[in-house]
């Protein structure tokens, strides 16, 4: 049960925020054993005054298409899974909506699974 936030600057259409959700969706199902319709994804806009982050850290070159991933997560995956998906995103991302790997930043925070309510008051995991 990942649940993914997505921040980016304001200013984006629709399509190119929808690849985003859908890549980054494919991408997990693809690598991480997420189940099918286990979708949870909220998406915050910026404007400059609530975005800021650092163009070359650490040796690269981001620009203001830069996109942060932030995705909650079980802690039950490998490294290797971990990195397939890191690499899985990027790739999808450059195909759809086209963005650079250097504009793609992942964060996985890791949890265990009693820290999970999916409704009712009820740690359905644990």
């Not at 790739?91 to 964060?107: K, N």
Request: aromatic share 10%.
């Amino acid at each position: 049960m990942p649940l993914v936030r997505i921040s980016l600057q304001k200013g984006k259409p629709a399509g190119h925020i929808k690849a985003i959700r859908d890549g980054v969706y494919l991408a997990m199902r693809e690598t991480f054993n997420v189940p099918e319709n286990d979708r949870f994804i909220l998406v915050h806009e910026h404007d400059d005054t609530g975005f800021d982050y650092d163009p070359a850290y650490p040796g690269l070159a981001r620009t203001g298409d830069v996109v942060f991933i932030q995705i909650t997560a079980n802690n039950t995956r490998t490294v290797e899974q971990k990195q397939a998906l890191y690499r899985r995103i990027a790739d999808r991302l450059a195909e759809s909506p086209g963005l650079r790997g250097d504009d793609v930043f992942i964060s996985l925070v890791e949890v265990a699974k009693e820290n999970w309510s999916f409704g009712n008051g009820i740690a359905q995991y644990a």
